[in-house]
């Protein structure tokens, strides 16, 4: 695949860490911090980037897991979270090319619309399964998460970066 302009060559990215940034991810959503409506989808935001990233590696069958493991532990109807992520994959690997090519920003503003799909996906199995409708507060987890898109794409691909050490050492020896 052609890199796109001004993107810099990335390293390969380490399998472990991969493993590792899911599992802090799903470790945040299972602390005790009243999940109801406010907080961001921690789990979901890691999915989403190592799905535009790495789609080999993660894709449907590790959303539909951990979305079952969310179901699990959040007590909810079995199926629910695992269905949203699977969506929310199935978004983020239909657009992960025009996604790639898109500056950090320009890339929240396109993963937008699934994080609300998600919040929107769950509200709907909400209000048919209990029939109350939770308050507008159900709209800010897809925010929060696109508002935190970049320090997320910062922070997991910090390691793949390439130090260019032997480009001044060159430059200087001639």
Same mark, same amino acid.
């Given at each position: 695949m052609i890199m796109p302009r001004g993107q810099p060559l990335l390293l390969p990215v380490n399998p472990v860490f991969i493993a590792l940034s899911l599992m802090?991810?799903?470790? /945040?959503? *299972? +602390?005790? =911090?009243?999940?109801?409506?406010?907080?961001?989808? /921690?789990? *979901? +935001?890691? =999915?989403?980037?190592?799905?535009?990233h790495e789609p080999q590696r993660i894709g449907m069958v590790w959303a539909f897991l951990l979305g079952l493991a969310m179901d699990v532990h959040q007590s909810s109807l079995l199926g629910q979270h695992a269905l949203v992520y699977s969506v929310v994959m199935f978004g983020v690997l239909t657009l992960r090319r025009r996604l790639t090519w898109l500056s950090v920003f320009g890339q929240a503003m396109h993963v937008l619309p699934l994080f609300m799909a998600a919040d929107v996906l769950l509200l709907l199995m909400r209000l048919l399964?209990?029939?109350?409708?939770?308050?507008?507060?159900?709209?800010?987890?897809?925010?929060?998460?696109?508002?935190?898109?970049?320090?997320?794409?910062?922070?997991?691909?910090?390691?793949?970066?390439?130090?260019?050490?032997?480009?001044?050492?060159?430059?200087?020896?001639?």
């Open positions: 802090l991810a799903l470790m /945040v959503n *299972l +602390l005790p =911090l009243g999940r109801d409506m406010w907080l961001p989808d /921690v789990l *979901l +935001l890691v =999915l989403v980037f190592w799905g535009v399964l209990r029939g109350n409708f939770p308050g507008w507060g159900f709209i800010t987890p897809g925010l929060w998460c696109a508002l935190l898109w970049p320090v997320v794409v910062v922070m997991l691909l910090a390691p793949q970066r390439r130090e260019d050490r032997h480009h001044g050492r060159h430059r200087d020896a001639g």
